[in-house]
Every structure is written in C-alpha cells, then in structure tokens.
C-alpha cells in the first residue's frame, strides 16, 4: 500500500465515518421519539436495545451506505481540488485512476458488507426487532403460532400444525399430516400429539392413521402393526421446519436463498407471482452493486464542484442519486406487472447509470 494510497483512504474514511454515523443517529432518534416512554417504563436492557437498533436498522443499510458514500465522495474530492492536491498529483504524474483508486476499494468493501447483511443479518435480525417492539420492548422467549399449515406439492401432501414456537420449529405440537394420491384424492391422514424434527428426520409420538380410498372415503389400515408404535420415524418427509416457517412468514423477511426455495416449493404460484418473486431474487442480489455506481458517478461530481460550484456539482450528484432510485422504482412496478422481464427490471438501472458513471469518469480523467 503506496503513502498516496493510504493518504488518500483516510481522507475519505474520516466524511464516510461521519456520514455513516448521522444518518444512523437520525434513525435512532426518530425511533426513540416513538419509542422512549416504552423503553424507559419497562427499564429495558441495554443489550436488549443495542441489539434491538441494530435489527431495527440493518434494513436500511442499504440506502444509507450508498448516500454516505456519495457525501463522503463529494466533501473529499472537493477537498483535494479546493487545496489543488489533485492537480500536484496529476502534476507528479499520477493517474486520476490511481488518485481515486482508495474510493472505489471502500466502495468494494461496502458493497460486499451490504450483501452479507441483506443476506445473513438484516432478515432474521429486523423481524427480531420487530418481535421485540410488538412486546413492548420485553425480551422474547418465545413466538407461538398456531394453526399453522404447510402444503408440499411435490410431496403431495399438506401439513397442520395446531402449535408451534417460531424460534423453536423443530418440536411442533398437534400435527396432521395428509398424504395425496396423484389424482388429488386423499390417501392417508397421520394425526400425532408431537413431532420432532432430529438428525434430519421427522420423528411422530403417537400417531393415529386414517386411509382412504379413491372416493375419499375412510377405510381399513392396511398396516395394523403401525398402530403399536408410540414413536415413529417419517424419513420420506423431505420438509424441514425452515421451510414451513418460510411458507409462513412476511415476504420482507426473507433473503435470496429463502426466496429461490419458495420459488422452488411453490409450482402453483400464477404467473404474477412467480414474476414477483424472481424480480425480488435478482433485486436484491442487484442491490449492493449501487455502492460502486454511486461512487463512480460521485467521483466526477466532486471534481466539477471544485472547478465549477459547490451547488453546481451537489444538485448533480444528487439529482443522480435520486433518479437512480426512482428508476429502480420504475423498472419495480413495471416487473411486477409483468410488463418487462423481471431480470431485466432489476438490473437496468444498475446497467444505464454504471453507463453513464463510466462516461462522466472518462470525460473527467
């Protein structure tokens, strides 16, 4: 790492981290506004809240990191032109690709962060969050759902489950599972006190066994001897209890590998749907890209700001700024509504403004 390299990493590092933290206490204190007389009646544990806020927010870190980069972009590369640094580099012979090299490495950085928080944080964490608040700010032990139901199409067959806690699906309470022929008509019912879900396997207490003919009507049990089994192992059931509490939770909980396998589960979906949920899966691996667009189209902003007017080359980056999220919105309901591709709805803006950046980058060097 080259003297220039890390002069220039943390000239732009000091605005990012100032950027970043603003923006964060905005968030915190407009919760606080709605939240303090809970939070200060209950005398809630400040662990509790610090990990509350941090679920609260971790959602919108995707919208805040990318404008706290193109802040940071323009104060620092103004900077550099108001003091003619950029110029003396230049001078010495550096590249401007060089020059502004440490922008787009933090850039990388963030955009790798926010997709490993949209995918392994954010989802679980703000649904925890939301938990929390629902409980007026009380820890949550437990989240109980009842009749919950769960449908296999390629199993051909359909779960309801009479209890279960959310944060501990493997054990659920009242179950009857039915078993489908091919035509539709119902084979088997199995209704059991309990079912456990162990080393990768369905495991029933006590189950009672119901079968029926062609007709749907009831009938003998074939299998007598099963009836003798106070417990039994089910190895054909190849649901795990993530997919029936995936089956059974909000859509903004879920992240890229929940959203494929709904997508996989759910052959049925019409073809609204299904557009719906491939356009939220190449949306939300689109996402994090907008780190580097954005800093890509700041960079020349904030030269022109220097050389033109601070308002100029802010009224600029952020009417990009702002048309980049506004075309993403675009393209959102066009998707949706099937009128464009899904993939194409969810990359385009990232396509024509990565474009564009590269363009104004190329006129600046």
Request: proline letters at 5%; hydrophobic letters at 45%; aromatic letters at 14%.
């Amino acid at each position: 790492m080259t003297i220039l390299f890390k002069y220039v990493l943390r000239e732009f590092l000091k605005p990012l981290f100032y950027c970043l933290t603003g923006f964060l206490g905005i968030y915190v204190i407009f919760e606080l506004f709605d939240s303090f007389n809970h939070i200060a009646t209950n005398n809630t544990d400040p662990l509790l809240l610090i990990q509350f806020f941090a679920g609260y927010i971790s959602p919108y870190l995707q919208w805040i990191i990318p404008a706290a980069l193109l802040l940071a972009t323009l104060y620092t590369l103004w900077n550099f032109c108001r003091h003619s640094e950029i110029t003396a580099m230049r001078a010495s012979g550096i590249g401007f690709g060089v020059i502004v090299s440490p922008l787009f490495a933090v850039a990388l950085a963030m955009m790798a962060l926010v997709a490993l928080i949209n995918e392994y944080y954010a989802p679980t964490a703000s649904e925890n969050a939301q938990a929390f608040k629902d409980a007026d700010f009380q820890e949550v032990k437990s989240d109980i759902r009842e009749n919950v139901p769960y449908i296999n199409h390629d199993g051909m067959r359909s779960w309801r489950i009479n209890r279960m806690d959310a944060r501990h699906p493997e054990v659920v309470e009242g179950v009857r599972i039915s078993f489908d022929r091919p035509d539709g008509s119902k084979r088997l019912d199995i209704t059991c006190r309990k079912a456990e879900y162990l080393d990768g396997m369905w495991w029933i207490f006590y189950p009672q066994y119901q079968y029926f003919d062609e007709l749907n009507l009831p009938i003998e049990n074939p299998r007598p001897e099963l009836t003798s089994l106070a417990v039994r192992a089910l190895p054909d059931l190849d649901e795990s209890p993530e997919d029936i509490m995936l089956m059974n939770r909000s859509a903004q909980y879920y992240n890229i590998r929940n959203l494929r396998r709904l997508l996989a589960n759910s052959p049925n979906l019409n073809q609204r749907d299904v557009t719906g949920l491939r356009y939220d899966i190449h949306s939300r691996m689109a996402v994090p890209f907008s780190c580097l667009i954005i800093t890509l189209f700041a960079i020349p902003a904030g030269v022109a700001t220097s050389r033109q007017s601070v308002f100029k080359g802010v009224i600029t980056a952020i009417a990009m700024f702002l048309g980049f999220y506004a075309a993403n919105m675009g393209c959102m309901v066009l998707a949706k509504n099937c009128l464009i591709p899904a993939t194409l709805g969810a990359w385009l803006p990232n396509v024509i403004f990565f474009i564009i950046g590269l363009i104004l980058f190329y006129r600046q060097r």
